[in-house]
């Protein structure tokens, strides 16, 4: 049984690091747009990125137009 926790631990290492090693290389984010539905408006960057402006300001606001961002 402990060699089974084993091998299921060091998988799990494994595919983090595998995982972590695609990401590298991946360019970063050339346009946005806003989305604007359901009385939600918020920003969404090519590259991925959601509900942020990339310098740590929320952009994710409900109801629209309120001002009231989370």
Not at 1 to 29: D, N
């Amino acid at each position: 049984m402990k060699k089974l926790y084993l091998t299921a631990f060091f998988l799990s290492i494994l595919f983090a690091l595998q995982s972590q090693t695609k990401t590298v290389g991946c360019s970063p984010p050339t346009s946005s747009v806003y989305l604007e539905i359901n009385n939600v408006r918020t920003l969404i960057h090519s590259g991925g990125d959601m509900w942020w402006d990339l310098s740590g300001n929320p952009k994710y606001e409900v109801p629209k137009g309120s001002g009231k961002q989370a």
